[in-house]
């Protein structure tokens, strides 16, 4: 069984996709303005939606502070 969520945060659509156990996070920027992120898509090891959002969110940050 999988679960899908979809969020926008500083201008990057995060999409966050439930598997088994864990979340599988992709990130990317809505504007071509945007640092595109290294790693754009990558698994958790949380079940909790927060926590996954959160290590998105973190990312988004780190990329837009460089």
Not at 11 to 31: A, F, Q
Not at 34 to 59: D, G, H, V, W
């Amino acid at each position: 069984m999988s679960s899908r969520r979809e969020t926008e945060y500083r201008g990057y659509k995060i999409e966050m996709e439930r598997r088994d156990l864990c979340w599988t996070v992709s990130v990317s920027p809505t504007r071509p303005e945007l640092p595109i992120l290294s790693r754009s898509s990558f698994p958790t090891i949380t079940q909790s939606e927060r926590a996954a959002l959160a290590q998105a969110q973190r990312r988004v940050d780190r990329a837009l502070r460089h």
